[in-house]
């Protein structure tokens, strides 16, 4: 889907120049030399490939971006076609696509967490999918990070201590670094710009795991659903603990 109308998309991008491809929440960025900033949200399945430009185009692929004479072209796809394309321009966001996000885990320190925790008195899951509470966090990090930390999902974040913030705020650091280093999860649909697939479904403990022994105790991972998410737990290492009285 466009965000920006297709004239004025085209208008941007032709013979633009990218200066600088960055990451905000599960956001890429494109910035263009002119001040615009090329914005997507792959969503559930949007591929970003890089193809010779001889290649047929499939029917899921819906933008093409010629990179240049000689280069090889970058091609949008989506089989459901949830992603979202648009442009940012240097007047400012008419797509709006990134009000109100959030810093990430990595834009945050641990105590700029805890607070943000603390303001909500909601339970942990649904609170850490909220992108304007942390942003860049999914379902499958999500639940990977609350396993690590022993939490249950429907823990109150208001019942953390600052300790157990803190705990919590470095293990879903060290998820989603080693899932930016594995080049990202590919339970079904993912690829890399190359084609390639992911490499952090080889490390995970309760996503996709229905069944499977737990890593740390060896009872079988369960699957339920928190906030009308499908959420995957061990419900031994993540007992659910009855809300301590939180300090005004
Ligand atoms: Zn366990």
Redesign the pocket.
Known sequence: VLLTPEKPFRRILTGAIIREIRRKGKFILFDLTSGDTLTVHLRMTGQFLLSDPGRPIDKHTHVVFDLGPGERQLRYRDVRKFGRLGIQSREGDATGSLEGLAPDPFELDAEGFYRRLRQKNRALKPLLLDQRVVSGLGNIYVDESLHRAGLHPLTPAGALDREQARYLWRLIRAVLRQAIRAKGTTVSDYRGPEGIVGGFQRFLRVYDCTGDP?R??R?PIEKTRVGGRGTHL?P??QKREKPRTIRP
Request: aromatic share 0%; proline share 0%; with cysteine.
């Open positions: 737990c740390v105790c009872t061990c031994v290492c």
